[in-house]
């Protein structure tokens, strides 16, 4: 199946509330997708709308021309994957073990019971994301920037065409963070659609290809960093303005 996602003319929301209002986006194979907007303009509530967890009120979503809501738990596992933004583990778990359930959708097994290759995919993806060290260890003895990248290897070692990350950058210091850009730019490069939300603009504009900015549930920019990010933007949804240094100030 295609990574094409295709989100049109969506709206989705959460009890009562609608969030995501006329939302019209499409990522091909291979973009590099950064996803920014001010805290509650619905980036997470998008990610998990293309991801199928939160249905869409109207409109449609589709991921390789197919229904993603027509598809079930297990296939949109094995074409996609979702990284929460909250990344906790019910049990003290090795991380390994939380790498290989990445693989779940396609063998149904734990790490121990792996096919040689899918068991090199998983140790692949832990070394990519510098996560070796302390794979064997249990979750609840890591640090917050350790689960992370547990975490990231988890969708890594998917192989999903498709990937939707929600501040994959949380808990890392500034070298993990350019080390974690830096892997997905390379995983962008290799034929995978990347798509996430972030919170620093400073990190979209000088990594992403495209960036999408959401405001009160409503895409109001869309292109590349420059021009999305543009200085009507930045001052109108995000009340900033672009720095000397590289960086941003109140507007």
């Known amino acids: 199946m295609s990574a094409r996602l295709d989100i049109i003319a ?15 986006i499409a990522v091909q194979p291979g973009e590099f997708v950064c996803l920014v907007g001010p805290n509650g303009a619905g980036k997470s509530t998008l990610l998990k709308l293309a991801a199928g967890i939160l249905p869409a009120r109207e409109g449609d979503v589709h991921l390789g021309g197919q229904d993603v809501s027509a598809m079930s738990a297990r296939e949109r596992a094995r074409h996609m994957a979702w990284l929460a933004q909250e990344r906790s583990a019910a049990w003290a778990m090795r991380g390994v073990d939380i790498v290989a359930l990445g693989r779940f959708a396609h063998e149904g097994r734990p790490y121990e019971r792996l096919p040689q290759a899918a068991r090199e995919r998983v140790n ?21 920037g350790e689960k992370a990248r547990i975490h990231l290897a988890r969708t890594l070692a998917s192989g999903a065409p498709l990937l939707l990350l929600d501040e994959p950058l949380n808990a890392l210091d500034p070298r993990h963070q350019l080390d974690v850009m830096a892997l997905l730019q390379a995983e962008a490069g290799r034929g995978t659609a990347i798509v996430l939300a972030l919170h620093d603009l400073a990190m979209a504009r000088r990594h992403a290809a495209r960036v999408i900015v959401l405001d009160q549930g409503r895409v109001v920019a869309d292109g590349p960093p420059a021009t999305a990010l543009n200085p009507i933007i930045l001052a109108d949804v995000f009340a900033v303005q672009a720095a000397a240094d590289g960086g941003y100030a109140p507007a």
């Open 124 to 144: 692949e993806a832990i070394t990519r994301c510098g996560a070796s060290t302390f794979a064997h260890r249990p979750v609840d003895t890591l640090s917050g």
């Open 10 to 24: 969506a709206s989705a929301g959460h009890a009562d509330h609608t969030v995501l209002h006329d939302i019209n």
